[in-house]
């Protein structure tokens, strides 16, 4: 939501300190040392439960060789695994917090911690070779290559009585030290500036670096000042790369500006950084506080999860994937297996004020609410967004007028200030940007808070922890629950689905994985003896598809999202020669779909989705494919809000009718996924067996069934029914739920 909010604490809150060491591991945090009240410095600390807001003040043993950490600021305190390692930082020689003798420290501690909560406590590992020199306001961050190599951990830069730039090495394995050789730029000697690692590099930003440019000032009281450089170093390969020099201008406010004190936080494969402060040493009363918040997109995004379907209709689907962190939204694409023709006379999409964005991607980095034209810098792409809660990406459509649409319930609104988006020097051309292999930044705009109806599974059920005396209901609407339904071959024309077997057979659906389930699962009365029901006594021949040529084969933008869902009704249709290079290209650029037409869905049709994500360096991979078809006009719809309640022995399904029922509702049946040697050979083909035939709305799944229940690992592990209605011409789409289940314990004899 960009919403800033201030938890409700309690428990032994710690005193408001600055400079102190600072971790995350997992849903708790670490503080240790720092300047506290009157300026006294502090070796205390604190864990911080977030996920119940709890504060504790924890005492670890001290180490067995030597005393434990003294009260210190500006140290370095990094996590790896289960320790956490910190060097250096500032004591105060004097017992006067008022008069203070600064001592610089290069001492190292680990910190042993207990899993979820607590520390067990201080160590002094014996190091081999040279230590650093003593330091503080320097940086530290562990890094370990994926394919060999033990972890790392890196110090740079700091402060010893001037500013440093050196950088070593420590094998936490070996615990030994070194200084590796490096290639590039070294960045100037800095201290106060943040270092994090996102994949193989260390990105480094900002901090205090002497006046001249010449590099290190030996006097203690040489003039210094704030920077807005930026580097990354490449920790396979040690070589520096710099991003933003730091004698860039920047008279357009584009870039984030010279601080020193900031925070930075890598989440994913973005880089958040947070206020820090700017001014000269010489005049401290002119020093401005920064209150603004940037990131930094430092590759494309993933994949996301396969599209899954919700609802299917006559003309419509409504859709979810999974969400991917940190995008600014998701390009929806199909493609019919009727081919779509091409729209003869719209003009090709040329470049009006709303960019194109192509696949192809270099980094972007964001910021606040003003609108800002571009500047040229190389190698850089940079971005904006507004305030308005856009359904396309900022990046993407920076102009849109307020009588755009975009797929969805929400119109993009022009911004106050109107933003148009530049695209920087010999990066970009007519039709969009071009890949670029450095980041660039974007301010984040915080404000109120914002709500998104994003569609979800089943809440989590596990067995283990239902209390047996009572009944634990779980329940979802229609647009809440995962449907995510098969295609099946037509078996008969007038039996609309799939051939089923009864209660005491197995039926297997094709597909191929669960998550590309599509719309249609149609239990048939038909069963494998060759018996029919005597409403379906007669079978049409089966006519064989009509043969698909490789160009007709062509994917459609549906839209731009800016939630995980969507409802599909229409797609666009591009200009011929823009499908002609679309055909040839798997990252067409995003075409402004106010020139194009739209194509509504047809009943009975199969339509394949992908969805690919987007951020500040353009559009990600797409996702793997699923397929889905509009219902036939006069079967009934799936059923909808699905419960799922607990009870002892049992659990107990219900569901309402379908909202079309398209006649007499004959029956409902029931089915569970069920564990089979075939789905051992092939576990992305379900095999289904019913569990349930008759008018109710609802049934008991016995505990003697639910022991041959299949859990699902597709996503988070679940139980899968699916639950179908029938009417006087047949079966119609199954609504398929997703039972979350806990922690699955696999025993073994």
């Avoid at 494309?300 to 419509?316: C, F, G, K, W, Y």
């Avoid at 006594?537 to 549906?558: C, E, G, L, T």
Wanted: net charge neutral; hydrophobic share 30%; proline share 7%.
């Amino acid at each position: 939501t960009n919403q800033w909010f201030l938890p409700a604490v309690r428990g032994d809150i710690p005193p408001g300190c600055a400079a102190h060491g600072f971790v995350c591991d997992g849903t708790r945090i670490l503080v240790f040392g720092g300047m506290v009240e009157y300026g006294r410095y502090s070796n205390d600390l604190y864990e911080l439960q977030a996920s119940r807001w709890l504060w504790k003040k924890v005492k670890p043993q001290a180490p067995s060789n030597g005393s434990p950490p003294c009260p210190r600021l500006g140290h370095s305190f990094s996590l790896y695994g289960n320790k956490c390692y910190l060097f250096g930082g500032l004591a105060n020689e004097s017992e006067d917090s008022n008069n203070n003798v600064p001592r610089y420290l290069n001492d190292f501690y680990e910190l042993e911690l207990q899993h979820g909560s607590g520390v067990v406590g201080w160590s002094i590992p014996v190091t081999k070779g040279t230590l650093p020199s003593p330091r503080e306001s320097h940086t530290a961050i562990v890094y370990c290559r994926k394919d060999v190599g033990s972890p790392k951990m890196y110090i740079f830069g700091g402060m010893c009585g001037c500013r440093l730039n050196d950088l070593w090495e420590l094998d936490i394995e070996t615990m030994t030290w070194s200084r590796p050789e490096t290639k590039g730029t070294v960045p100037l000697p800095r201290s106060l500036h943040t270092a994090n690692v996102i994949g193989n590099k260390m990105y480094v930003f900002g901090g205090w670096v002497p006046q001249s440019a010449g590099g290190e000032i030996s006097a203690p009281d040489g003039e210094w000042r704030c920077t807005g450089s930026f580097s990354y170093l490449n920790l396979d390969t040690t070589e520096w790369i710099g991003l933003i020099s730091d004698c860039q201008e920047d008279k357009s406010n584009l870039l984030p500006g010279p601080r020193a004190g900031h925070c930075a936080v890598a989440v994913g494969t973005r880089l958040y950084i947070w206020s820090g402060r700017d001014g000269y040493r010489k005049a401290w009363n002119n020093q401005v506080c920064c209150k603004d918040l940037w990131y930094l997109d430092t590759e494309r995004p993933l994949a996301p999860s396969q599209v899954q379907l919700i609802r299917a209709t006559t003309n419509s689907f409504q859709l979810k994937w999974d969400e991917v962190p940190t995008v600014e939204g998701y390009l929806l694409q199909l493609h019919a297996d009727s081919p779509v023709p091409p729209v003869a006379g719209i003009p090709g999409t040329g470049v009006p004020e709303a960019s194109v964005l192509s696949s192809q991607g270099g980094c972007s980095l964001h910021q606040s609410p003003q609108s800002l034209p571009s500047i040229p810098y190389p190698e850089m792409k940079v971005d904006h967004p507004s305030q308005t809660n856009n359904l396309i990406p900022n990046n993407v459509q920076a102009a849109l007028s307020s009588s755009s649409k975009v797929e969805g319930k929400e119109k993009v609104a022009a911004p106050e200030n109107k933003v148009t988006q530049e695209t920087m020097k010999n990066h970009a051309d007519a039709t969009g940007f071009k890949e670029s292999n450095a980041p660039s930044l974007l301010p984040v705009c915080t404000s109120s808070a914002q709500t998104s109806a994003n569609v979800g599974e089943l809440h989590d059920l596990d067995k283990q922890s239902v209390n047996p005396d009572a009944s634990v209901s779980s329940t979802v609407s229609s647009t809440q629950t995962m449907v995510t339904q098969q295609a099946v071959k037509t078996e008969s024309s007038s039996t609309n689905g799939a051939v089923v077997k009864d209660e005491t057979s197995l039926t297997t659906f094709n597909s191929k994985s669960e998550a590309a389930e599509t719309a249609y699962v149609m239990p048939s009365t038909r069963v494998n003896t060759g018996q029919t029901n005597d409403s379906h006594s007669s079978r049409a021949p089966q006519r064989p598809p009509a043969p698909v040529k490789a160009r007709d084969r062509r994917w459609y933008d549906v839209g731009i999202f800016k939630n995980n869902s969507a409802v599909v009704s229409q797609f666009y249709l591009l200009p011929e020669e823009t499908l002609n290079i679309n055909s040839k290209t798997e990252g067409a650029d995003v075409p402004d779909y106010r020139l194009l037409k739209k194509q509504d869905l047809f009943p009975g049709t199969v339509y394949r989705f992908r969805v690919a994500a987007i951020n500040g360096c353009g559009v990600g991979p797409f996702s793997k494919i699923s397929e889905f078809k509009t219902c036939i006009p006069g079967f009934p719809g799936a059923p909808s809000t699905v419960k799922i309640s607990k009870s002892v022995d049992c659990i107990h399904l219900s569901w309402e009718p379908p909202a079309s029922p398209s006649g007499n509702i004959l029956e409902y049946s029931a089915y569970l996924a069920i564990r089979s040697t075939q789905l051992q050979e092939n576990p992305s083909q379900l095999v289904f067996m019913r569990i349930y035939c008759g008018l109710k709305t609802s049934c008991i799944v016995t505990a003697a069934q639910l022991s041959n229940a299949h859990v699902d690992y597709s996503s988070r592990p679940a139980i899968v029914f699916r639950i179908s209605a029938k009417n006087e011409r047949g079966y119609g789409p199954a609504t398929q739920v997703r039972w979350l289940q806990g922690k699955v314990t696999v025993t073994r004899s």
